[in-house]
């Protein structure tokens, strides 16, 4: 089974407008962090938000927050206020435990429309 | 404060070649990670060292590819010979620690096999 399901290939978001990335993952520990990167064209990833399995409220950064749904196992990504720089790939990634392995999901293309 | 550097950032080789790219994470971070991502997935981890130890290279095909952390500061990783498969984006991130939730990406090497 896949530990990171990303559903949404593309998505697409009026400026100034609020979109969500959905994210879903599988694992049987119960100890685990969950992380949204967003890559721009140029390659490199940057790190968002971050979310620990114990944390009981739901991470916020800025423009982002992540709405944590532990029984249901997702972890979806949303973006207030969208602006043009937004337009990206935006994954999503689980670490285990304290294990070494980050699992990323295929995802998101995000484009902003003006 | 100085990113993570990666060189080259593209490279064409013909298949059964050898190719190197190097890496040179954030001054003090401990812990170094090399990424493969094929296009239209996200990035697998290849190998992790923390400071000149390899911790995990499950994922590393180790018939081809060979990486070392030598000093533990910067990294290199190799391909030898190289296959048509081997064409991806090969991403190098630091960290502080193993448990640091943050990792920092470098800009990636593109690598063409023809």
């Known amino acids: 089974a896949q530990k990171i399901t990303q559903t949404q290939p593309g998505m697409f978001v009026q400026e100034k407008e609020a979109v969500t990335l959905d994210c879903t993952y599988d694992t049987s520990d119960q100890s685990y962090g969950l992380f949204w990167y967003k890559q721009p064209s140029s390659g490199e990833m940057i790190f968002l938000i971050y979310q620990g399995s114990y944390d009981e409220q739901n991470a916020t950064e800025g423009r982002y927050s992540l709405n944590f749904q532990k029984a249901r196992k997702s972890a979806n990504l949303v973006i207030s206020a969208s602006q043009l720089g937004d337009s990206a790939m935006y994954f999503c990634?689980?670490?285990?435990?304290?294990?070494?392995?980050?699992?990323f999901g295929t995802g998101t293309s995000l484009t902003v429309i003006p | 404060e100085a990113g993570v550097a990666q060189s080259p950032r593209y490279k064409i080789i013909e298949k059964r070649q050898s190719v190197a790219f190097w890496c040179n994470p954030i001054?003090?971070?401990?812990?170094l990670y090399w990424y493969q991502q094929i296009l239209g997935q996200g990035p697998k981890l290849l190998i992790q060292?923390?400071?000149?130890?390899?911790?995990?290279d499950s994922q590393l095909p180790k018939d081809r590819f060979s990486a070392e952390r030598l000093k533990g500061v910067d990294s290199t990783l190799k391909i030898q010979p190289a296959k048509l498969e081997d064409s991806a984006v090969y991403l190098c991130?630091?960290?502080?620690?193993?448990?640091?939730?943050?990792?920092?990406f470098g800009p990636g090497t593109r690598l063409t096999v023809t």
């Open positions: 990634a689980m670490r285990e435990g304290t294990g070494n392995q980050f699992y």
């Open positions: 060292f923390q400071n000149n130890g390899v911790v995990d």
């Open positions: 991130a630091s960290s502080l620690s193993p448990s640091s939730y943050e990792q920092y």
């Open positions: 001054s003090g971070h401990a812990t």
